[in-house]
């Protein structure tokens, strides 16, 4: 049962504006969520947290929210560039767990 | 600086055939994960380790397993390769658990036929 939700499968930006990627998540005992972002033929790779102690967490053009009492989050990235364009995993992980628990991914492409 | 090294990227399997995937981390990490990527799936956790000497498992261990005899290692073996077990096979690594950033290897595709 998928615990962390990515609906939109794929996401179209042009460049220069916001890109806004959603996730949701059904377990409460989530504390602790990150977005990873992949290229093709590679691996993830790190691109921002945040905990649940805060409702905010910026990083240049990203920035995450988090709205626990919706059990959603969101990516912003202001502005959108084509390098961008990759796949963008949320995944989430509790105390009391052992994993991170990964969405399905939005594929972004930002266009020029 | 390498990171987490995966070795193959590629192998193809007749059904029955069995193989070992290869992670190697040089950032001293404790902890090693394996997952498994299928299309219109996130990362499925295949099984884990918490240091040397140690595994776990994970969402999705069966059909596969894995071994740690060394920190900087974290093998993953199937003894008798089934189609269902065609993916891409990411490992990751981190310094401590839950909390902190996994690092990911280029990853390994695999077909079972």
């Known amino acids: 049962d998928q615990q962390v939700k990515q609906n939109s499968p794929s996401l179209s930006v042009q460049e220069g504006r916001i890109s806004i990627l959603n996730c949701d998540y059904t377990?409460?005992?989530?504390?602790?969520f990150l977005w990873y972002k992949k290229y093709p033929a590679e691996g993830p790779t790190f691109l921002i947290s945040?905990?649940?102690?805060?409702d905010k967490n910026e990083d240049g053009r990203f920035t995450v929210f988090l709205n626990k009492s919706a059990k959603h989050l969101s990516l912003h990235i202001v502005p959108s560039q084509p390098g961008d364009s990759a796949v963008y995993f949320c995944?989430?992980?509790?105390?009391?767990?052992?994993?991170?628990?990964f969405g399905k991914g939005t594929s972004l492409l930002v266009t020029p | 600086n390498a990171g987490v090294t995966q070795t193959p990227k590629f192998r193809v399997l007749k059904t029955g055939q069995s193989m070992t995937l290869l992670c190697a981390q040089d950032?001293?990490?404790?902890?090693m994960y394996w997952y498994r990527q299928d299309p219109g799936m996130g990362l499925r956790l295949i099984h884990y380790?918490?240091?040397?000497?140690?595994?776990a498992k994970g969402e999705v261990p069966d059909g596969y397993n894995v071994s740690r005899l060394k920190k900087q290692n974290f093998l993953l073996g199937l003894e008798s390769a089934a189609p269902s077990q065609t993916s891409v096979y990411f490992c990751?690594?981190?310094?401590?658990?839950?909390?902190?950033?996994?690092?990911f290897g280029a990853g390994t595709r695999l077909s079972v036929l």
């Open positions: 990751a690594s981190s310094y401590s658990f839950l909390w902190d950033i996994q690092y």
């Open positions: 377990n409460s005992m989530f504390d602790y």
């Open positions: 945040i905990s649940s102690i805060k």
């Open positions: 995944a989430a992980s509790a105390d009391s767990g052992y994993a991170l628990n």
């Open positions: 950032m001293n990490h404790e902890y």
């Open positions: 380790s918490v240091g040397e000497g140690t595994t």
